[in-house]
């Protein structure tokens, strides 16, 4: 339940063995570029002396074609410069080696140093704490969970709907991105938290057909009250309508049509296409005008040209003008 802030520090392992593994390789890298620099400043020392065997090289042979030195000063000569050019190829390679451990001991030296400062574990961002595990003085491996930290700044909330809402949502520009309402009960009190729809799940859910789907709290920070594990109710705008109106369900016959009351108070069959479902009530187009009376109330007689009579209304209905006209029906206005 506790609320913590990024980096500030949440548990420390013993790091004795850590700080010991550093400090060795440590000694251990400045040892290796120390013999790395001897190698390389006796190298320097070995180029200069096969300067001067290669001299002595030169000399020897014009002394020996005017006969002032024997053969066997010659081949002296020339033992000595292989001997150095020997000795200079093996300081070179000695310096190869070093270098490649040097780099080796620098890579160790990195890795344990990375290790002591795992042996701090800190917040990567705000949140709060639950789930905790860790004790002082327990023995933690690799795989032990010590705790959970729950962002903050990432509250979900997780929600379901119809395969029919759903296909609708997809045709008004689909569902991720769209604005949302997280509303939470508490009490007597309703707390109201504007989202924004992340993400959906990448299956259908088998058992309703339905596909879930994840809001993200916008704007939430630790003083947030909500918290993981909460029941809220999810309010997602649906898709808009365009020269549609809303009716009682109960208005459309055989789905697709529905009647209407004339001004001679007659019942005129409109055909309508139903749009969507909502609870008790139904989206319709069709040949509907502003001001029309829907008949939402049904009866065995209802038929095109019945003549009814509105309740309510204080103009009695017009009196049939034949015998044979249909029989006066009561209804209510919609």
């Known amino acids: 339940g506790g609320v913590v802030s990024k980096d500030d520090l949440l548990l420390v392992i013993d790091n004795f063995d850590y700080q010991a593994a550093v400090e060795e390789l440590t000694a251990r890298v400045a040892e290796t570029a120390a013999s790395r620099q001897a190698e390389e400043n006796s190298l320097v020392r070995d180029r200069e002396m096969l300067d001067v065997r290669r001299r002595e090289l030169a000399r020897a042979e014009r002394l020996q074609k005017r006969g002032n030195v024997s053969e066997a000063s010659l081949d002296q000569a020339r033992l000595a410069l ?12 000695s310096i190869k080696t070093q270098t490649a451990r040097l780099t080796q001991n620098q890579v160790a030296l990195r890795r344990a140093k990375r290790d002591l400062q795992r042996t701090k574990l800190v917040a990567p961002f705000d949140g709060f704490v639950s789930g905790v595990a860790a004790q002082v003085g327990k023995r933690l491996s690799l795989s032990d969970q010590v705790g959970v930290l729950v962002a903050s700044h990432a509250l979900e909330a997780r929600g379901h709907l119809p395969a029919n809402v759903y296909g609708r949502l997809l045709a008004d520009g689909g ?113 509907i005008a502003d001001g029309d009376r829907i008949v939402l109330t049904r009866f065995t007689q209802i038929a095109q040209d019945v003549l009814v009579r509105v309740l309510g209304e204080e103009t009695k209905a017009p009196v049939p003008d034949k015998p044979s006209a249909p029989k006066v029906a009561e209804t209510r206005e919609g």
């Open 82 to 93: 292989s001997q150095q050019q020997l000795t200079v190829s093996r300081r070179a390679a």
């Open 175 to 287: 569902l991720e991105g769209r604005p949302a309402q997280i509303r939470w009960q508490v009490g007597d009190s309703d707390l109201i938290y504007d989202a924004r729809v992340g993400r959906i799940t990448s299956q259908i859910d088998a058992a309703s057909g339905g596909i879930l789907f994840y809001a993200v709290l916008e704007n939430s920070d630790s003083s947030i009250a909500v918290r993981p594990g909460a029941f809220v109710e999810i309010r997602l705008p649906d898709r808009k309508y365009a020269n549609t109106v809303k009716i009682s369900a109960n208005a459309v016959h055989d789905s697709d049509h529905v009647f209407v009351v004339t001004d001679q108070n007659r019942l005129d069959r409109r055909p309508v296409r139903v749009l969507a479902r909502t609870g008790n009530d139904v989206i319709v187009s069709g040949e």
